[in-house]
C-alpha cells in the first residue's frame, strides 16, 4: 500500500476545494460576451538613418542590438522592365549572380557562405533587382567580402549559363502541365497588351532563354548593375557609422562602365475591358479549375490606398474573407480563395482567383461576382467593419519583428519614395475608413460588369456551364501560344 506524503494531501485539498472558489471568481464576468480590448498602442517604427558612398550609392540603415545578427539589402531599380525585348533576362542575371563571384566557383562560393553561418539571395521583381545578406554581426566582414564579390565580380563562366540555361528551359516546358502557371500567363498576356511591360513573363519564355549566352548577361550587368541605382538598407547589430565605413571599403570604388541599361518605353497603357471576356484553357482530365478575375489597378500613390486595402481585406485579403468564406467553408469548392492588387510603380492588376473543383467551376464563378456584386451595392456593417481595419492596421508591428522584415519593409516602401515612417499614417488612414468609403472604391474597381476572365480546366467538362453563364464571348487559348 502506497501512503501519501504531506505535499500529496496538500494537493488533495487543493483540488477538493477549487471548485467551490470558481462561483466567486465568476461574480461579474459574463463568458457568453468576449473582453473588450483595450486600445491599441501608437505605432512606433525604428529610426532610419540615411546617408551615401562616396560614389552615390544610396544608405538605409536601422540599428537592432536585440540579437547579434545583420541584414543587408542591396537593391538595384529597374527589374524586369530592363528585359526589353529579352524577356527573363533580369531574373536569369539575378541567378547567374550566385553561380560563381571573383575567384570562386559556386560550390565555393556556397561553402564560404556556409562556413560562415551566412544567407545571400538574390531576385528580380518587375521594378528592383535585390541581393540580400543575412549574417551574424562577427562574420559581417568577410561575409561583405563576399557579397562584394557577387555584384561586382561575378564570373558568368559559359557552362554555368549553358546549365543555368537549360534549368529554365526544362521549367518553362513543365508549366504546360502546370494550371496555375498557364492560368498566370495568359492573363498577363490579356490584361496587359503588347508594349506594356507586363505583357510578358518576368521568367521569359523558350525563345528568348535559349538565345542567352556568357556575352548577353555580362551586357546587361554591365548595363543595370550600377552605382546610380544602388541603395543598400543594412538592419541589425551595427551603428550607422560603422556600417557606412565597411560598406564604402568595398563598394567605395564602385562605377558605372559602357552604356547604361534604361527601361522599355512604355507603347501602350493597360485599359478596363470595356465588357466581361471570358478566355479558355484546355486541359483535359484536370480534377481542378483555374479561375483569375481581373482588371487594371490603380498607382501605389492613390489617396484611396487605405480604403482600398480594407475593402480587399473584407472581400478576399484574409482568411476570414468572405470570398475564402464562402467558397471554402461555406460551399467546400476550394481550399482556399483570394483576391488582392498587385502594387507596383506602373499600375498593376486587381486579381480574384481560386482553384475549385472541375465539378462546381461555373457555381464558383456565380459566387465570385455575387460576392463582389454584395460589397458594391451594400454597405458593410460596423462589426465586419471593425475587423478588417483591425487585422490591417494590428498587423503592421508584426511586419516590424526581424531584420529581414524591417529591410522588406524599407526596400518595399523606398519603391514608391516612402519612408518607413509612413506606417504610421498607413494605420492612422485606415482607422478612419468608412463603411461609404469601403463601397465607393468597391464600385469604382471591382470587375463586376467589366472584367477579364481566365479558366484553366477541362474544358469538355466546364464549358457548357461557362456558357450557360453567359457571362460573356468565350475565346479558346492554345497552350501552344502561351509556353512557346
Do not use: C
Request: overall charge neutral; aromatic content about 6%; hydrophobic content about 45%.
Amino acid at each position: 500500500m502506497i501512503h501519501a506524503t504531506p505535499m500529496h494531501r496538500i494537493l488533495g485539498l487543493a483540488l477538493a476545494f477549487a471548485p467551490l472558489a470558481l462561483p466567486a471568481q465568476q461574480d461579474g464576468f459574463d463568458r457568453t460576451r468576449p473582453p473588450a480590448l483595450a486600445p491599441s498602442p501608437a505605432l512606433v517604427v525604428p529610426a532610419v538613418k540615411r546617408a551615401r558612398l562616396d560614389n552615390g550609392v544610396g544608405l538605409l540603415v536601422v540599428e537592432q542590438r536585440e540579437l547579434p545578427l545583420v541584414h543587408v539589402t542591396l537593391q538595384l531599380a529597374g527589374g524586369g522592365r530592363l528585359d526589353r525585348d529579352q524577356p527573363g533576362l533580369a531574373s536569369f542575371v539575378a541567378t547567374m549572380i550566385r553561380e560563381g563571384a571573383g575567384a570562386r566557383d559556386a560550390n565555393a562560393l556556397q561553402s564560404e557562405l556556409a562556413y560562415l553561418g551566412a544567407t545571400l539571395s538574390a531576385g528580380a521583381d518587375w521594378d528592383n533587382t535585390s541581393i540580400t545578406l543575412r549574417v551574424a554581426r562577427r562574420n559581417l566582414e568577410p561575409a561583405l567580402d563576399l557579397l562584394a564579390d557577387v555584384v561586382l565580380r561575378p564570373r558568368f563562366a559559359e557552362t554555368d549559363v549553358r546549365r543555368q540555361r537549360d534549368l529554365r528551359l526544362a521549367g518553362l516546358l513543365q508549366q504546360k502541365d502546370q494550371p496555375r502557371a498557364l492560368a498566370s500567363l495568359a492573363f498577363s498576356s490579356l490584361l496587359f497588351p503588347a508594349g506594356h511591360p507586363y505583357n510578358k513573363s518576368l521568367g521569359g519564355d523558350s525563345a528568348s532563354t535559349a538565345s542567352l549566352d556568357s556575352a548577353t548577361i555580362r551586357a546587361f550587368h554591365a548595363g543595370a548593375y550600377r552605382p546610380g541605382r544602388a541603395t543598400f538598407t543594412v538592419v541589425g547589430d551595427i551603428a550607422d557609422a560603422e556600417a557606412r565605413a565597411l560598406l564604402e571599403q568595398r563598394f567605395g570604388a564602385w562605377r558605372a562602365s559602357g552604356a547604361e541599361r534604361t527601361p522599355a518605353p512604355v507603347l501602350v497603357n493597360a485599359v478596363r475591358a470595356g465588357t466581361r471576356r471570358v478566355f479558355l484553357v484546355d486541359k483535359p482530365g484536370a480534377a481542378q479549375s483555374v479561375i483569375m478575375i481581373g482588371t487594371p489597378g490603380l498607382e501605389r500613390t492613390t489617396p484611396d490606398f487605405a480604403a482600398i486595402q480594407v475593402m480587399n481585406t473584407i472581400l478576399g485579403g484574409s482568411f476570414s474573407s468572405r470570398l475564402n468564406s464562402n467558397l471554402r467553408e461555406t460551399k467546400g469548392y476550394t481550399y482556399g480563395a483570394s483576391s488582392g492588387f498587385q502594387w507596383r510603380p506602373l499600375p498593376g492588376a486587381f486579381v480574384a482567383s481560386s482553384d475549385v473543383r472541375t465539378n462546381v467551376t461555373d457555381s464558383a464563378l456565380v459566387e465570385f461576382f455575387n460576392e463582389m456584386t454584395l460589397l458594391r451595392d451594400s454597405l458593410v456593417g460596423p462589426d465586419e467593419l471593425a475587423r478588417a481595419k483591425a487585422y490591417l492596421a494590428l498587423g503592421v508591428p508584426g511586419d516590424l519583428e526581424s531584420t529581414a522584415q524591417i529591410a522588406g519593409q524599407i526596400t518595399a516602401l523606398a519603391a514608391f519614395n516612402l519612408p518607413l515612417s509612413w506606417l504610421q499614417e498607413y494605420v492612422t488612414q485606415v482607422n478612419a475608413v468608412s463603411a461609404d468609403d469601403v463601397q465607393r472604391v468597391a464600385r469604382r474597381l471591382l470587375p463586376v460588369d467589366i472584367a477579364t476572365i481566365v479558366i484553366v480546366g477541362d474544358l469538355a467538362q466546364i464549358r457548357a456551364g461557362l456558357e450557360r453563364l453567359s457571362l460573356g464571348p468565350i475565346t479558346v487559348i492554345d497552350v501552344a501560344e502561351l509556353t512557346k
